[in-house]
């Protein structure tokens, strides 16, 4: 994350009611109040609008004198209009720049302080699944650029509609706060903590290689489950964008082949005396049958990267799931630690039986019985161990109850807000395909007429 | 030509005579072979000499047989034969591996012996019915036949075998409705003969054939010809340019059949892609259920464009490219004619000048003269000597001039038919094709407007569709709201004026 901060504030932001800078920072306090009182109460995104309007590419020297080429986005916030009426609030509509690497700081401190939330995802690093050779499209390509700004304006809307993380205040000065952001979120110390849990990621994959040393004894059914589902949607979508991908580089194929047919015909056309014309004219419409293609890939390849997102929600609810197992193991480590702890104490007033060949058996056969000093004071310390267990696995129990709570709770939301998604996203694509099958009726009615008039 | 094969061969030897004759000049002279294949165009022109013989009359009777020839294209009522050629089989003996073709014919004319007749014929057999028609009836244009190999398929594939099977019976029907080449001698030998009896044909003409065709194209274009009529020229630059672009269109055409049918595989594993997530989506199953049924009607009307254009537009196409080449190698043989024409016309030409030459000279010095001759009867031996050559000529040119004037019409009407026979054929594989994608498109429609329905049954929450342009044009719904508010007003004014009265 040591990336220089691009953030010089003046030349950055600018405010397009105020022009005149001097009264901007209350200003932008007044809004950045508004918003913090409305996400209370309400989700943010039902009363402030965000958008990432622009995008621009940027070189910058580093520090090493190595030279920092990036793009950055233009976000935009202000307040929905209601009843069509204005809210004057002073600072709105506010807007700053950011760049990817900052989008990601934000959500990896989201992850990290929110564990039970299914986290947005950001739009893919690299793209994957396209259609078309994506091996001469680099950063900067336009296209590329154009669906990162529309994948984190994505992002920013999804956080601002969750019940809970809208209210975060550093989400709030990521929309507002130009300077400084990066020091408060660094003050947060969620890297520490990222760390930790990256920590327990690597050991997680570790452990999955070993697989057997890392079996909960209790799993919970309901996570398993969601893991196991989280893992089919991820395989189902890809499968699903796969065969897009090969159908809209076949489909572009087929129309942009019978482009050809345009200028054979009007090639054609010349020599012929009767069927001139009406070769002329089919041509002209295979000419359309070449063109129109392009306008359906746009959006086809808009829905497909909707789709695409929820590969990745995907991932956030493994994540989710993931959190669990490693919370589940950690109090049923506690849990162990406590049982052998007592196990002990047990032993020692005699109240259980010892292993004969344990080391305490050996210990007295060798010294003969220990003196009651020593026994006593062992005994207190086990009971205070004891006690130390015990709340951990209390504290531990705590926790996971209530993450599980909120977890399933979050669950539920996303079940929702996935379905309502899926069926807008099926919607759109129906429509799309409906219009395509219409424009070919046309085009192709139209063509045969010009046949017909060979 | 009522015994087979007699009335070529025995006409060849008289005609060849007066070929020698006539083309004792210095452009063809030493060539035997040259002078065969000229021969042979003759013998094949037969019947065209004995007319000329027998009739005093400059009208041709070739010319007339033209005018029923093209009048007899158009309607197709007067046809009175009809032949099918089906059932590819595969055959393997010891020796060679090979596929007949059953031919099935139905005719009406007196010269066949039966009304109908059943055989089964062989490639070659196609192939060597193709070279006699084109041998006995160089001033026409002979349909062609679908080419010999195909890289791609198997020789005896089905698919390969039944793609062959209707491009000979399209070959055949095309001869049958000529109203010259169906009444030729050798297409009734295909028609009728049996295997043995064909056979026996084919071993008498194998030799010639070979010969023939190979230095047929050196010769004829080794020679300018002097005044060609331009309407031969265009239609030679046509016919080429008319190839170049059916090959371009057939390139097209199979790149597009490449693409669409990766297209189509895509698409058939598409929907059971949506089967399987539907397992995992319980409030989707139906949506998803719903997606994979029309992405199946999609897939399935995509196979019917593939097949339907590979049946009925490809085979076309590639027929008119063949066609093209016909049309070239006819042209080719029609300069052939006009050339032999020329020389002759040049020969009397020279004749005549060293007439008026020896009418002018003095013969003192002459070989003649010298070995003691009387001048004076040199020259008037050589004059009379040249005069009965130039007659000859005359007669010659005469004969070449009418053989080169009933090619022209033969080919006339002949690239009249094709040119109409092109325009009906290719304007119905075009209409063919688009109809073909309207039926894909209409099928595509409605399989995705069943999915609307279904989502919106689905969700009855669900605000209507973000888009109306599915079931009925914006503008078409604005229309009836207006004119409905119209009518209210309207039935508002009635009421109005009802209660004022």
């Not at chain 1, 220990?370 to 004891?386: F, G, S, V």
């Not at chain 1, 006690?387 to 993450?403: P, T």
């Not at chain 2, 006699?132 to 190999?149: I, M, N």
Request: aromatic residues 8%; charged residues 30%; contains cysteine.
């Amino acid at each position: 994350m040591a990336v220089s901060s691009p953030d010089d504030s003046d030349s950055l932001r600018y405010d397009s009611d105020e022009i005149s800078g001097s009264g901007d920072e209350a200003k932008t306090r007044n809004f950045a109040d508004f918003i913090r009182e409305t996400s209370k109460t309400r989700r943010l995104s039902d009363h402030v609008e965000i958008l990432v309007v622009e995008h621009e590419k940027r070189t910058e020297t580093g520090s090493m004198g190595m030279k920092d080429v990036y793009t950055a986005y233009l976000i935009e916030s202000r307040i929905r209009e209601e009843n069509g009426k204005k809210k004057q609030v002073a600072g709105n509509p506010s807007s700053l720049w950011r760049r990817y690497s900052e989008f990601e700081m934000l959500r990896n401190y989201l992850v990290v302080t929110y564990p039970y939330v299914i986290v947005p995802p950001l739009p893919e690093k690299r793209m994957t699944i396209m259609w078309q050779q994506m091996s001469t499209v680099d950063h900067f390509d336009a296209d590329f650029v154009e669906r990162r700004r529309l994948g984190l304006e994505t992002f920013l809307q999804r956080v601002a509609a969750h019940d809970e993380v809208c209210q975060d205040h550093l989400f709030h000065t990521f929309l507002l706060q130009g300077e400084n952001w990066k020091d408060s979120i660094m003050g947060t110390g969620f890297q520490a903590k990222n760390c930790l849990s990256l920590l327990f990621l690597q050991q997680d994959s570790r452990i999955k290689n070993l697989n057997a040393s890392f079996r909960l004894k209790k799993p919970d059914k309901r996570f398993e489950g969601l893991k196991i589902y989280a893992q089919e949607l991820r395989n189902n979508i890809s499968a699903i964008l796969k065969i897009r991908a090969k159908l809209a580089g076949t489909l572009y194929g087929i129309h942009k082949i019978h482009g050809n047919y345009g200028r054979v015909f009007s090639e054609w056309s010349g020599i012929e005396k009767e069927m001139g014309d009406g070769l002329q004219s089919a041509g002209h419409f295979m000419d359309a049958y070449k063109d129109y293609i392009d306008d359906f890939m746009n959006e086809e390849e808009q829905i497909s990267d909707q789709l695409k997102e929820y590969i990745y929600f995907a991932d956030s609810l493994k994540a989710v799931c993931r959190k669990q197992e490693v919370m589940q193991y950690e109090l049923e480590r506690s849990e162990d630690l406590l049982s052998s702890k007592r196990l002990q104490r047990d032993q020692l007033i005699g109240k259980a039986p010892s292993k004969t060949l344990s080391l305490q058996g050996m210990r007295s056969k060798i010294f003969g019985p220990e003196k009651p000093e020593t026994k006593d004071a062992r005994l207190r310390q086990l009971e205070d161990q004891i006690e130390e267990a015990e709340e951990a696995v209390l504290r531990n129990q705590r926790e996971i109850m209530s993450f599980m709570d909120h977890a399933l709770s979050e669950v539920e939301r996303f079940k929702k807000q996935k379905g309502a998604d899926l069926k807008e996203l099926f919607i759109s694509y129906a429509v799309l395909q409906i219009k395509m099958a219409k424009r070919g009726i046309t085009l192709w009615t139209n063509t045969k007429e010009c046949f017909e008039k060979m | 030509m009522a015994t087979s094969g007699d009335s070529p061969a025995s006409s060849k030897g008289e005609i060849s005579d007066t070929t020698r004759e006539a083309l004792a000049n210095p452009l063809t002279d030493d060539d035997d072979e040259e002078e065969e294949i000229l021969a042979n165009n003759h013998a094949e022109g037969s019947e065209t000499v004995l007319a000329t013989t027998l009739k005093e009359d400059s009208q041709n009777p070739d010319l007339q047989r033209l005018a029923i020839n093209s009048l007899g294209s158009d309607d197709h009522d007067t046809h009175d034969i009809f032949i099918t050629v089906d059932d590819p089989q595969k055959h393997v003996t010891k020796m060679e591996t090979y596929a007949t073709y059953k031919v099935s014919t139905r005719t009406t004319r007196g010269d066949f012996d039966h009304p109908e007749y059943t055989l089964r014929r062989r490639y070659t057999d196609f192939l060597w019915l193709r070279q006699k028609l084109e041998e006995t009836q160089p001033t026409h244009l002979v349909p062609p036949l679908p080419e010999k190999h195909s890289m791609k398929l198997d020789r005896f594939s089905e698919e390969f075998l039944s793609t062959r099977q209707r491009a000979l019976n399209k070959f055949v029907t095309r001869i049958a409705e000529h109203p010259t080449l169906s009444f030729n001698e050798y297409f009734k030998i295909f028609l009728t003969a049996k295997a043995w009896e064909l056979s026996s044909h084919r071993k008498q003409s194998a030799s010639i054939v070979t010969r023939f065709g190979s230095s047929f194209k050196a010769n004829a274009s080794a020679y300018m010809l002097k005044n060609r009529s331009p309407e031969y020229t265009m239609m030679g630059e046509y016919v080429q340019t008319f190839g170049d672009k059916m090959g371009s269109v057939d390139r097209i055409s199979q790149r597009i059949l490449k693409e669409q049918t990766a297209y189509q595989e895509a698409l058939t594993n598409f929907g059971p892609a949506f089967r399987l997530w539907s397992d995992w989506e319980v409030e989707m199953t139906d949506i998803l259920n719903a997606f994979a049924t029309s992405l199946e009607s999609c897939a399935k009307a995509m196979e019917e464009v593939i097949e339907g254009q590979e049946l009925h537009y490809v085979p076309l196409i590639k027929e008119y490219i063949l066609y093209a080449d016909c049309v070239k190698s006819v042209l080719k043989k029609r300069d052939l004619f006009q050339m032999e024409y020329e020389l002759a016309v040049d020969e009397i030409n020279r004749k005549k000048n060293e007439r008026e030459q020896v009418k002018i000279s003095d013969q003192n010095y002459s070989i003649g003269a010298i070995m003691g001759k009387n001048p004076q009867d040199v020259k008037e031996q050589k004059g009379v000597k040249l005069e009965t050559q130039i007659d000859k000529l005359q007669k010659q040119v005469e004969f070449l001039n009418d053989k080169t004037e009933c090619a022209n019409a033969d080919l006339k009407a002949d690239l009249d038919r094709w040119h109409r026979n092109k325009r009906r054929d290719t304007k119905e594989a075009f209409i063919g094709m688009a109809e073909r994608h309207i039926t894909y498109y209409e099928q595509m429609l409605s399989g995705w407007e069943t999915v609307m329905y279904v989502l919106r049954d689905q969700d009855l929450e669900l605000p209507e569709p973000p888009h109306p342009s599915f079931s009925s044009s914006p503008q078409q719904e604005t229309q009836n709201s207006s004119s409905e508010s119209k009518e209210d007003s309207w039935v508002k004014v009635e009421a109005d004026a009802v209660e004022e009265s």
